[in-house]
């Protein structure tokens, strides 16, 4: 399975930016399309992520903000960043969580990184 995302950049704070996310290769059906993002020096923190039948999670930093969509049939995933801040700042990385061998043993996708700048 590979990852590719698009359309991270530079943005003045309360802008907005769409991340996109497309999957290729031998997909399960049964999957998690979604973002992290990732600060210098900390770990990888969850955004926003939906599973293939529609459930959804956001971090409560991003409620209300941003939101996630995806497209099955295209195997693709957006993240719509809305009302953006500086501490909004990070690298987003694309993820796929294939669920073909059950919740307990998901195999994990990544796309590389796409940086988000938003200046104050």
């Known amino acids: 399975v590979q990852l590719q995302a698009s359309g991270g950049g530079l943005v003045q704070a309360g802008g907005s930016l769409r991340l996109s996310c497309a999957a290729s290769?031998?997909?399960?059906?049964?999957?998690?399309m979604g973002w992290y993002r990732q600060l210098p020096g900390k770990q990888r923190e969850l955004v926003a992520d939906m599973t293939s039948v529609g459930t959804i999670r956001y971090a409560d930093n991003v409620k209300g903000r941003f939101t996630i969509s995806r497209d099955n049939p295209k195997n693709t995933v957006h993240l719509q960043m809305d009302s953006l801040k500086p501490e909004d700042t990070a690298v987003y990385y694309c993820?796929?969580?294939?669920?073909?061998?059950?919740?307990?043993?998901?195999?994990?996708?990544w796309g590389k990184g796409t940086l988000v700048t938003v200046s104050s």
């Open positions: 993820n796929l969580a294939d669920l073909k061998l059950g919740w307990a043993n998901l195999v994990d996708y």
């Open positions: 290769g031998n997909i399960f059906s049964g999957n998690v």
